[in-house]
């Protein structure tokens, strides 16, 4: 075998889970003016629930991206609040001229375009509260409002793992198909774990380490993410996400 032939094979093994995504119907081609973007009913009302509320969510991207992709956004309500405030990126704004963020009021769980949200983080009470200040600090100090881009980034990952790194104790682990969440604000190539619980490196979000608690070890390479994660006895798998035995939500309270 000669001394090339890793590079097909390492991107067959690399497109392998994207390949599945694909052929199970994970790319939604549905028209976005017709997609849903109803609530799911996974987060709590606001009316029965006066604690204060920090979600992070992803849903898969629109069409072919998904079946690579996820984005991911923040919600937050402080204590006794009537209404949820959504902290998220898209590319739309951008083409149009405008602003890659977006800070609205609307449901925290609505479907991404026909796709449904799933869950990473729920936090509440006292320790939402204090994340709360936080949040919106991070949000407005992103050094990428009026930028947008697909791969490498930064994108909506970017922007998220930008805010839970300024936000550690909210111990929220991206997936790794949360491509873009490596790629790092200049001038560093070096940062904490989106999660806080450890320590990456990223030359540009095309290639990569990233060691933590939360995370495991992982690997990026062209932004696929792949590794292991001894703590939940999981594997992180591009374009299929993480898959494990003791995957779940992770639910902080007081």
Do not use: C
Request: net charge positive.
């Amino acid at each position: 075998m000669k001394s090339y032939t890793w590079i097909p094979i390492t991107l067959g093994l690399l497109l392998t889970g994207p390949g599945v995504m694909a052929l199970t119907g994970q790319q939604r081609g549905d028209d976005w003016r017709t997609a849903s973007r109803e609530s799911a009913g996974i987060a709590p009302d606001p009316a029965t629930t006066p604690e204060a509320v920090v979600q992070v969510y992803a849903a898969r991207a629109f069409k072919w991206r998904g079946a690579f992709a996820v984005h991911t956004w923040i919600a937050a309500k402080p204590e006794g609040a009537a209404h949820y405030t959504v902290y998220e990126v898209t590319g739309w704004g951008v083409r149009r001229g405008g602003s890659a963020l977006r800070i609205r009021r609307e449901a925290p769980d609505r479907y991404w375009y026909g796709a449904r949200p799933e869950l990473l983080a729920d936090v509440r009470g006292r320790r939402a509260e204090a994340a709360i200040a936080g949040i919106d600090a991070a949000v407005r100090a992103y050094p990428y409002p009026d930028r947008y881009t697909t791969w490498p980034g930064p994108n909506s990952n970017t922007f998220v793992a930008y805010v839970l790194r300024r936000v550690p104790d909210l111990r929220v682990d991206l997936p790794p198909t949360a491509i873009g969440k490596d790629y790092l604000p200049g001038p560093g190539f070096a940062a904490l774990t989106p999660s806080g619980t450890g320590g990456q490196l990223s030359l540009f979000g095309i290639l990569g380490i990233a060691v933590g608690l939360d995370e495991g070890i992982e690997i990026n390479v062209l932004g696929l993410g792949f590794g292991i994660d001894p703590g939940e006895l999981a594997l992180r798998l591009p374009g299929i996400g993480k898959i494990g035995l003791n995957t779940g939500v992770a639910a902080v309270r007081h």
